[in-house]
């Protein structure tokens, strides 16, 4: 379906007690994702759509899960990775459930199981899951799938990349063989591949960027120093820009060490990291999104499914060591059409690493190997060329 004769929600099949509630949203115009795969999903078609995180996939898919749940009185049930998004798409649902009296379960790890039976005695229309937490509901019988008509997996590969994959399958067994799968994913490994396969029926594929595709209007940059010097550099992009930083590191001593580092600055720095409870994950994300700590220092946990606008630099303190994840990291920054920088601090011997990227992404990014510090500027540039000027650019 072509986007560009600009279609409005009004076009896509959408229940009109929906569409008031997305009018009173103030949205009108669907994005891509929303535009191929509502009219699809409304008429109960299994999907598998590829698409990158911040591209609108949650009302792609809960604008039609919500729509069958008015009509046919069903539950509908969302399964992804991490708490931080399960919270997230909740928020989002609940946007325009509200005006349904829909109810909405978090099932999530790291919070009290009360509170979880609570939701679940009142009989949830839909239920946001991740798939270790609702593995210990379905043996406790806490939870049955027997009603869930409109099943969706929410980031498959990053539930692949975390070992999930028995408890994806275990759900996608107890569920009922009548029902709607959605599966939507930023790449397509083999895993997933077999996954649709086995258990989705005659799948639409939906696919609004290339896998692959890095998120538009991002500047990317590389800079090749020694290991010992890159938190000199870090610094240096820190103090030289006012906006929010998100920086990645590979391990959560590293993350630690980091922020205290740079707190001991002087710096207004936050962490986040697996080894954080639920209450001081979410915290350290209010502190981020609302200015309070303009640097968030993280793992690949705030890789994925983390909806903050605004952030406008990625720093790649240690490059990922799946190149997927790179396109995942930098995609945190030019989001609704914003544009934004990220900035990758490689080592000598990281060069297949760049070059892995570069194949994914099918572009050639700008290196600059073993820049001075107190010759580079880490300020926006004022054209293109920004880094022509720089030390010998290495040659792949």
């Known amino acids: 379906m072509n986007t560009k004769t600009e279609i409005k929600f009004s076009d896509l099949e959408i229940d009109s007690r929906i569409l008031k509630s997305l009018k009173g949203l103030n949205l009108d115009t669907p994005t891509p994702i929303q535009c191929q795969a509502i009219p699809i999903a409304i008429k109960g078609s299994d999907i598998v759509g590829i698409a990158q995180t911040g591209t609108g996939k949650t009302f792609a898919f809960g604008i039609p899960m919500i729509q069958k749940i008015l009509l046919e009185r069903s539950q509908g049930m969302v399964i992804v990775p991490t708490r931080e998004l399960a919270i997230q798409v909740t928020e989002s649902l609940r946007r325009i459930a509200k005006d349904f009296n829909l109810n909405i379960a978090t099932i999530i790890g790291g919070e009290n199981m009360g509170k979880q039976l609570f939701a679940l005695r009142r009989r949830p229309q839909i239920i946001v899951a991740t798939p270790g937490r609702l593995i210990d509901h379905l043996k406790r019988r806490t939870i049955k799938l027997d009603q869930i008509k409109t099943l969706v997996l929410d980031e498959a590969d990053m539930m692949f990349d975390l070992g999930f994959t028995p408890q994806i399958e275990e759900i996608l067994r107890q569920a009922p063989k009548e029902k709607q799968t959605m599966l939507f994913s930023a790449t397509m490994p083999p895993e997933i591949a077999r996954l649709a396969a086995n258990h989705l029926k005659l799948p639409i594929r939906i696919e609004v960027a290339p896998q692959g595709t890095a998120a538009d209007n991002v500047e990317q940059t590389v800079f090749v120093l020694k290991a010992n010097e890159r938190f000199s550099y870090l610094e240096k992009i820190i103090k030289e820009n006012k906006g929010s930083i998100l920086v990645f590191v590979r391990t959560r001593y590293s993350v630690r060490d980091i922020t205290r580092k740079l707190v001991s600055l002087g710096h207004h720095a936050t962490e986040i990291h697996s080894d954080l409870s639920l209450v001081q994950r979410r915290k350290s994300l209010d502190s981020f999104k609302t200015g309070r700590n303009r640097i968030m220092i993280a793992t690949d946990v705030a890789a994925r499914g983390l909806d903050i606008n605004g952030i406008e630099i990625v720093i790649n303190y240690d490059l990922p060591d ?62 293109k060329n920004f880094h022509s000027f720089h030390s010998r650019r290495r040659r792949f």
């Open 322 to 383: 799946n190149s997927s994840d790179y396109i995942h990291r930098i995609g945190r920054t030019a989001r609704a059409g914003k544009s934004g920088r990220a900035i990758s601090l490689a080592t000598p011997n990281q060069l297949k690493n760049i070059r892995a990227i570069e194949s994914l992404m099918k572009m050639t990014l700008k290196v600059t190997e073993f820049a001075k510090l107190e010759t580079i500027s880490y300020r926006k540039p004022r054209s």
